[in-house]
């Protein structure tokens, strides 16, 4: 099932907005690999699915950082605790277990659920700090991280 990208998800922020629906993306083709049963393109999937969502959690907390967003540590606990999950699947999948389809639900429901109740808290504060600044946020190159590679 391919999911579709609903604007109220829309920060207005577009270097977080294109995070989020890159993060989709890849939510989308871990499926279609799923479906296909391809082991090997669900690990290089499922690799950088993780590695890009780790990545944007601390591109959007080092944005609420510099734009003072008050809530910023309640804020970076949700993050560590969606960390921790995200650690928690990718040793179940190095012992062998078939976690794939789990991570895609849990990053749909992350995804959705988070942008709606928390992200768009931060908005204004960080949209400030970009008008104070007359310019755009910059990306940081996103690294992915190898956490689904058996070794």
Not at 40 to 45: D, G, P, S
Not at 101 to 118: D, G, N, P, Q, V
Request: charged share 30%; with cysteine.
């Amino acid at each position: 099932m391919s999911l579709h990208w609903p604007s109220e998800l829309d920060t207005g922020i577009a270097v977080v907005d294109r995070q989020h629906r890159r993060i989709l993306e890849l939510i989308n083709l871990l499926e279609v690999h799923l479906e296909d049963g391809d082991p090997e393109a669900v690990e290089e999937v499922l690799d950088e699915l993780a590695g890009y969502t780790l990545s944007h959690l601390a591109f959007e907390e080092g944005l609420m950082e510099q734009a003072g967003y008050p809530l910023l540590e309640s804020h970076r606990r949700l993050h560590r605790s969606f960390e921790e999950s995200i650690f928690a699947l990718a040793a179940r999948h190095r012992a062998g277990e078939a976690v794939a389809a789990e991570l895609a639900e849990l990053l749909r429901h992350w995804l959705f659920h988070h942008i709606r109740s928390t992200d768009h808290d931060y908005v204004p504060a960080v949209q400030a700090l970009l008008a104070r600044r007359a310019c755009a946020a910059t990306e940081r190159p996103i690294r992915p991280r190898r956490l689904f590679r058996r070794r």
